[in-house]
Nanobody, 127 residues
Framework: QLQLVESGGGLVQPGGSLRLSCAAS????????IGWFRQAPGKEREGVAC????????WFSRSVKGRFTMSRDNAKNTVYLQMNALKVEDTAVYYC????????????????????WGQGAQITVSS
């Protein structure tokens, strides 16, 4: 079965850190096609991080830039989203996704380019 499996969600206090993992099962993950999204209750899904197809460089939304980073472990077929200095407004369900389309930044933040999605991981930032 071809799927993306996320892990690492949870509850954290403001200012804390969490790392989300996104492991590919049944296929080889294409790092150049990775995006991270989140959806808070009552809000639309928004892109927070993605990898540009043109040069493989990461791109971050204005709301998380400087606090979130992306990395990968090719041997584990896994990508990561490191989230630091978390804020209450970062509370949401986070998704990793993979696209086949060749898209540069910042357009790779648009959810409609992505075909394969993880199941989502809840991140709650609260004191």
């Amino acid at each position: 079965q071809l799927q993306l499996v996320e892990s690492g969600g949870g509850l954290v206090q403001p200012g804390g850190s969490l790392r989300l993992s996104c492991a590919a099962s049944g296929f080889r993950l294409d790092y150049y096609g990775i995006g991270w999204f989140r959806q808070a209750p009552g809000k639309e899904r928004e892109g927070v991080a993605c990898v540009s197809s043109s040069d493989g460089s990461p791109w971050f939304s204005r709301s998380v830039k400087g606090r979130f980073t992306m990395s990968r472990d090719n041997a584990k077929n896994t990508v990561y989203l490191q989230m630091n200095a978390l804020k209450v407004e970062d509370t949401a369900v986070y998704y990793c996704a993979e696209r086949r389309a060749v898209v540069g930044s910042p357009y790779c933040l648009a959810p409609n380019y992505y075909e394969r999605w993880g199941q989502g991981a809840q991140i709650t930032v609260s004191s």
